[in-house]
């Protein structure tokens, strides 16, 4: 990481919060590091410090891979999420900024131009209930899958219930540029007949309905066509 933000900090314009400034608030906040790296935590995290994009990376225990996720601070919008593999620091370096400038591209995305899509839920069909955690699973790598993309954001159910609720109570408040018509989609998951392995159907109002067949490694191969 020390060579990432090396790299990151000489950039014109990107201001980096120094990790000791970070513990500081945190330990003034009775707040530990290890868990910002859900939605309602990268905002407050983001009013504690007063930055626009919070970054949260750690090596993934047992692999040599990085972790990387990437919030914008205001709403609360997952920019970023993705696994960083490899051991050798300066093409893992490479990497991590190639991730970050990655995120703050979509967050600079002039209005309209970024897609917010919301899983809003994950439906086991027809597989055993013993079965109810790799369906979500299969949900967690098809938002991952959908935020490789350069133009697309991912809002969680929970967090757009949240804004949903602060827009009826200040309605003339306007919409976040990432957030004004967000695509809401649900997974279905269920068996692939006599075949080997399940179906994924992704469906919405907006979404194209796209069938996806899944191997027993429960490897997601669905994307959403918006």
Same mark, same amino acid.
Do not use: Y
């Given at each position: 990481?020390?060579?990432?933000?090396?790299?990151?900090?000489?950039? #014109?314009?990107?201001?980096?919060?120094?990790?000791?400034?970070?513990?500081?608030?945190?330990?003034?906040?009775?707040?530990?590091?290890?868990?910002? #790296?859900?939605?309602?935590?990268?905002?407050?995290?983001?009013?504690?410090?007063?930055?626009?994009?919070?970054?949260?990376?750690?090596?993934?225990?047992?692999?040599?891979?990085?972790?990387?996720?990437?919030?914008?601070?205001?709403?609360?919008?997952?920019?970023?999420? @993705?696994?960083?593999?490899? !051991?050798?620091?300066?093409?893992?370096?490479?990497?991590?900024? !190639?991730?970050?400038?990655?995120?703050?591209?979509?967050?600079?995305?002039?209005?309209?131009? #970024?897609?917010?899509?919301?899983?809003?839920?994950?439906?086991?069909?027809?597989?055993?209930?013993?079965?109810?955690?790799?369906?979500?699973?299969?949900?967690?790598?098809?938002?991952? @899958?959908?935020?490789?993309?350069?133009?697309?954001?991912?809002?969680?159910?929970?967090?757009?219930?949240?804004?949903?609720?602060?827009?009826?109570?200040?309605?003339?408040?306007?919409?976040? @540029?990432?957030?004004?018509?967000?695509?809401?989609?649900?997974?279905?998951?269920?068996? !692939?007949?006599?075949?080997?392995?399940?179906?994924?159907?992704?469906?919405?109002?907006?979404? #194209?309905?796209?069938?996806? @067949?899944?191997?027993?490694?429960?490897?997601?191969? !669905?994307?959403?066509?918006?």
């Amino acid at each position: 990481q020390p060579l990432a933000e090396a790299e990151l900090s000489a950039r #014109a314009g990107l201001t980096l919060l120094d990790r000791v400034a970070i513990g500081n608030v945190l330990r003034e906040q009775n707040l530990a590091a290890e868990g910002f #790296a859900r939605p309602d935590d990268a905002v407050r995290l983001g009013q504690l410090l007063a930055v626009d994009v919070f970054i949260h990376a750690e090596a993934i225990s047992g692999e040599e891979a990085l972790g990387v996720a990437a919030f914008e601070t205001v709403q609360g919008i997952r920019l970023l999420d @993705r696994a960083l593999v490899g !051991a050798e620091p300066d093409a893992l370096a490479q990497a991590l900024t !190639a991730a970050v400038d990655a995120a703050l591209a979509k967050w600079q995305a002039p209005a309209g131009e #970024a897609t917010a899509i919301a899983l809003m839920g994950v439906r086991n069909v027809d597989l055993p209930k013993s079965r109810n955690g790799e369906c979500e699973a299969l949900g967690v790598l098809l938002e991952r @899958r959908l935020l490789d993309s350069p133009d697309v954001v991912v809002v969680e159910r929970k967090r757009l219930q949240s804004l949903n609720l602060d827009r009826e109570m200040a309605p003339n408040r306007p919409d976040g @540029r990432l957030l004004a018509a967000p695509v809401l989609v649900e997974l279905d998951v269920e068996q !692939a007949g006599a075949e080997p392995g399940v179906v994924c159907c992704v469906v919405g109002r907006d979404a #194209a309905v796209l069938v996806a @067949r899944v191997d027993g490694q429960v490897r997601a191969q !669905a994307a959403v066509r918006v």
